[in-house]
């Protein structure tokens, strides 16, 4: 028998139990949706993973930040510094001095140094706890933030240790509603300073509200509020960023050697990248130098890893739906049995009852696979929507591969789970079939 006919008449009993069909390609539709939304949620967490790094500068950025000294190595190490730093330990050798000797280096373009705290700050009967971001000059030309109005603090100002801040967005309007706050005097502990400008509105990255914070010189934050030497971080803008890697190595020796940290080996004929290597052992450095790229890097396995994970526990719905395939196809075989038997009495051969079968649960498969596409795409676009409106940098993308993936999978259970029903089928006895009638 040809392949039309066989098609034809497949497709007829599916139309003729269109409850019992449509039950079936539910568990699919379900399975398939699922699919679609994980991809779709990966690509859209990448996104806004990959804004939010670039957020602190882009791929010509270097940043250098402190790390517990650990006993372990690679990733174990990593964990072990932060989990010291949430328990309290404090690192206190990152200094301003690491900072302009890094500034010499022949490759940096320039750079800022960052501490944060929380403090109350006052203005008037307003009182607000803010976090107050102590940073160089600087940084108004390396990061993202723009003045909206009035001016950042100089270099000149930072050195001298002034007593100037500039508002966020959103505390400026906690502190001064409508009213203009340039020149007016806010207290930070029980030290004045005076307003000089105001950040144009940013928003959050990773988790930190940029509108909410109070910019300070670093140098007048150290000294008259908090009582320190050192800071939390660095970030470093370089010239050419073909030889970032050889740059970051370059920071790297800078500091270890300003740190007192166990000396390397240095050979005036070989490269600094071949220097690196040298730099095996890293568990005693009380700092971590990463450039931009090498987080995107990062970050691009971590979602892929958090994808392959979703996907493993979608897998079990899309299972889930091939043995409702399974039940339903093995009723319909004991529903027809006369059917069958009939066929085969008036000559259809094991192919043709196989094949038949087999186009049935693989219709099924196919057609549940595009209605869960469909509806897929549709639940991602609102988690999308629903993202942007909260103010978050989701792209709304299908890609390609996750309709790859689901049409496949929607035929692949439809063969794998239709097999034994069609084949129980195809080897029925035409008399023992008819007799069933």
Do not use: C
């Amino acid at each position: 028998m040809k392949l039309a006919p066989i098609f034809k008449i497949s497709l007829t009993s599916l139309k003729n139990n269109k409850v019992r069909t449509s039950l079936t390609v539910l568990g699919i539709v379900i399975g398939i949706a699922s699919v679609i939304v994980v991809f779709s949620a990966g690509e859209g967490i990448s996104s806004l993973i990959v804004g939010q790094i670039e957020s602190f500068g882009g791929s010509d950025m270097i940043e250098t930040e402190i790390k517990v000294p650990s006993t372990k190595k690679g990733s174990a190490g990593d964990t072990q510094s932060a989990t010291a730093m949430v328990q309290g330990v404090q690192i206190t050798t990152l200094s301003l001095e690491d900072m302009e000797d890094i500034n010499k280096l022949s490759n940096v373009k320039e750079s800022y140094a960052g501490i944060m705290g929380q403090e109350q700050v006052n203005y008037g009967s307003e009182t607000k706890k803010a976090m107050i971001m102590g940073v160089s000059a600087s940084f108004v030309d390396m990061d993202d933030s723009e003045i909206d109005y009035g001016n950042f603090f100089t270099d000149a100002e930072d050195k001298s240790l002034s007593k100037v801040v500039v508002l966020g967005y959103k505390m400026k309007e906690k502190l001064f509603g409508n009213s203009d706050p340039l020149g007016k005097f806010i207290k930070i502990r029980k030290t004045k300073f005076r307003v000089i400008g105001v950040m144009k509105e940013r928003g959050a990255v990773m988790t930190m509200d940029f509108d909410d914070m109070v910019y300070v010189p670093v140098r007048t934050l150290q000294k008259r509020v908090m009582g320190i030497d050192h800071v939390l971080y660095m970030m470093h803008r370089v010239y050419d960023t073909t030889i970032i890697k050889e740059t970051a190595e370059d920071i790297r020796v800078v500091i270890r050697e300003n740190h007192d940290l166990d000396s390397i080996p240095i050979d005036p004929k070989v490269s600094v990248v071949t220097i690196g290597e040298y730099m095996t052992d890293t568990s005693k450095d009380d700092f971590r130098v990463v450039t931009m790229t090498e987080s995107l890097e990062i970050m691009s396995v971590v979602t892929g890893a958090i994808t392959l994970l979703l996907l493993a526990i979608v897998a079990v719905s899309l299972v889930v739906g091939g043995v409702g395939i399974l039940n339903i196809m093995y009723v319909v075989v004991t529903e027809r049995t006369a059917e069958i038997g009939l066929r085969k009495a008036v000559g259809a051969k094991y192919a043709d009852i196989m094949i038949q079968f087999l186009i049935e649960a693989v219709l099924i498969t196919i057609v549940g696979g595009v209605v869960g596409i469909i509806i897929g795409s549709l639940l991602s676009a609102v988690i999308a929507f629903g993202a942007n409106s909260y103010g978050l940098e989701w792209d709304f993308v299908i890609p390609f591969k996750s309709i790859v993936v689901a049409l496949g999978f929607s035929a692949f259970f439809g063969l794998v789970f239709g097999i034994y029903p069609a084949r129980k089928a195809a080897r029925m006895d035409p008399i023992a079939a008819l007799r069933n009638e």
